[in-house]
């Protein structure tokens, strides 16, 4: 096999799951989906810039772990002592540009893991690639074969699930009203990635036999964060029932509009029925007033908190826009 054949076989068998995982995690996002922009640039942050970022700084600072612990010692270390705060910490740049010059984008923790997810799903594919072609060569095309199975499926979520608790501790920090769980929670996200990463490389580095090891670290980890997401997903449709039932009473909204807005599966299902019945225009104006409805009730919680003019002026503009669009939908 040429090395283009190979190339292009390593980049398509990365792409491909990767499509499948931010699918996945796309569609936990169930009331009010993140900006597509905001999530590609999430997305090719961690694909391009933290790529080149932290094969410079690895390599940098792995030379006096060399000199020091000698060549075949250092290159072992490297991996486990000098990877895992390096790539945490330029992978979470990005969701610390996004909490300064995107905050509002942040509406709950849910929305943290998902921007930590998408930074860590492009670092993964690209470095997939890297290290697939770099299998090829030295073992040939079993080695390869299994290498693809343990980095794209086994290990596949690994850097999203580590950037995605350093976006958890982002998004808690963003909704806190207390000081010091500001300043706390991102460096413990921080902190949490680092050490699951840890966790992984070290215990790989070991070897074949505590391969078990690395499983068990790291598919918990994964289990860990799926409840966090479940439990955000509950919080985020019990904010919609507490704030969006004040707006009946209101009569900014309809009960039966209520019913729909406020349960992601009656949302799925009228989309869905628009579509096909009044077609693609009317389909994207439902999907649009379902939106401003989960951003007013996310504002309405943000100014709960914090009793800000700006979350009150976007409550006014934000009821103003529902009433327009209300009478589109037929119910």
Request: hydrophobic share 55%; proline share 3%.
């Amino acid at each position: 096999m040429s090395d283009t054949a190979v190339l292009l076989l390593s980049i398509i068998v990365a792409i491909v799951p990767t499509v499948l995982y931010i699918g996945i995690i796309y569609w936990f996002d169930r009331y009010e989906k993140e900006p597509w922009w905001l999530l590609a640039a999430a997305f090719l942050w961690g694909a391009v810039p933290a790529i080149l970022i932290s094969f410079v700084l690895n390599t940098t600072l792995s030379v006096p772990l060399l000199l020091f612990l000698g060549d075949e010692l250092g290159q072992a270390a490297a991996p486990s002592l000098i990877g895992p705060p390096v790539e945490e910490t330029i992978k979470s740049m990005a969701l610390v540009a996004i909490f300064i010059f995107w905050r509002s984008e942040i509406d709950s923790p849910l929305d943290g893991i998902i921007y930590g997810a998408m930074v860590g799903m492009g670092f993964a594919m690209v470095e997939n690639v890297y290290y697939f072609v770099q299998t090829f060569n030295a073992g040939g095309v079993e080695a390869w074969g299994v290498n693809i199975i343990l980095r794209a499926v086994v290990f596949g979520l690994n850097h999203a699930l580590f950037s995605s608790f350093a976006g958890l501790g982002i998004a808690i920090a963003r909704l806190a009203t207390e000081q010091w769980i500001k300043i706390v929670l991102p460096v413990l996200g921080w902190m949490t990635a680092v050490f699951l990463h840890f966790l992984h490389n070290f215990t790989v580095t070991l070897g074949s036999g505590f391969i078990l090891v690395a499983l068990f670290f790291d598919w918990g980890g994964v289990l860990l964060i799926f409840g966090i997401i479940v439990w955000a997903i509950l919080q985020e449709r019990r904010w919609l029932r507490q704030y969006l039932g004040e707006e009946v009473a209101l009569g900014v909204l309809t009960t039966n509009q209520f019913n729909t807005a406020s349960s992601g599966r009656k949302r799925v299902s009228y989309l869905f029925n628009t579509l096909i019945s009044r077609g693609f225009r009317a389909n994207r104006q439902a999907a649009h007033f379902f939106l401003q409805c989960s951003h007013l009730a996310y504002t309405k919680h943000h100014w709960k908190l914090f009793q800000d003019a700006k979350s009150a002026q976007e409550i006014a503009e934000l009821r103003q826009e529902i009433a327009q669009l209300a009478p589109q939908l037929r119910q």
